[in-house]
């Protein structure tokens, strides 16, 4: 089990990996898994809900500032990443709540968390945005991955199971993203 919660942890570890002893989320509630599962999977969640914050905020960064011959696709591409990523980021937010926990959503919280690459901050061309937003995309895609494992083998499967329709959705997206340069290949 040590592994497991390990693996359950980031850099900048959710408060729920920190609660050591007890090992109880903050909130009483007759969800009847077991209250150690609870609290490894809300900081699994929480965890994940950094990187859903951050790929938002990279989408719209992608969709203010793109240029290019492609730019309208491209526009409206990157603003339907970022309303999945809000989504994404309700389903896993609520899912920490559910289990009794805390999420842990602000951008203070999230930001030194987050374990996606740092976006580009003055990318223009379509090319460098188009690379830069497939990359969050397939890091991401590969956490939430991890994610459907590690919330299976923690004995949630209904995480496991929100954690897979993330997945699908990444996968999708990650496809279109991809679609605007694989014609160069
Ligand atoms: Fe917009």
Request: aromatic share 6%.
């Amino acid at each position: 089990m040590a592994n497991k919660i390990q693996r359950a942890r980031t850099p900048h570890a959710p408060q729920h990996a920190r609660f050591g002893g007890g090992r109880q989320p903050p909130h009483r509630t007759q969800n009847d898994l077991p209250a150690e599962t609870r609290t490894n999977v809300a900081a699994l969640c929480n965890a994940r809900l950094a990187d859903t914050m951050d790929l938002m905020h990279q989408a719209k960064q992608a969709h203010w500032n793109v240029k290019g011959r492609n730019f309208i696709a491209l526009h409206e591409l990157f603003d339907t990443i970022a309303a999945a990523s809000i989504e994404w980021m309700d389903l896993i937010g609520e899912r920490v709540v559910q289990l009794g926990g805390l999420a842990e959503g602000t951008i203070q919280a999230t930001a030194g968390r987050t374990e996606l690459e740092e976006y580009p901050l003055h990318a223009a061309h379509e090319r460098e945005h188009v690379a830069a937003v497939s990359a969050a995309l397939a890091a991401y895609g590969k956490r939430v991955r991890q994610a459907i494992d590690q919330a299976d083998e923690l004995g949630d499967k209904d995480t496991a199971d929100i954690f897979t329709e993330v997945s699908r959705g990444v996968d999708k997206n990650l496809w279109f993203v991809e679609a605007h340069q694989q014609a160069d290949d």
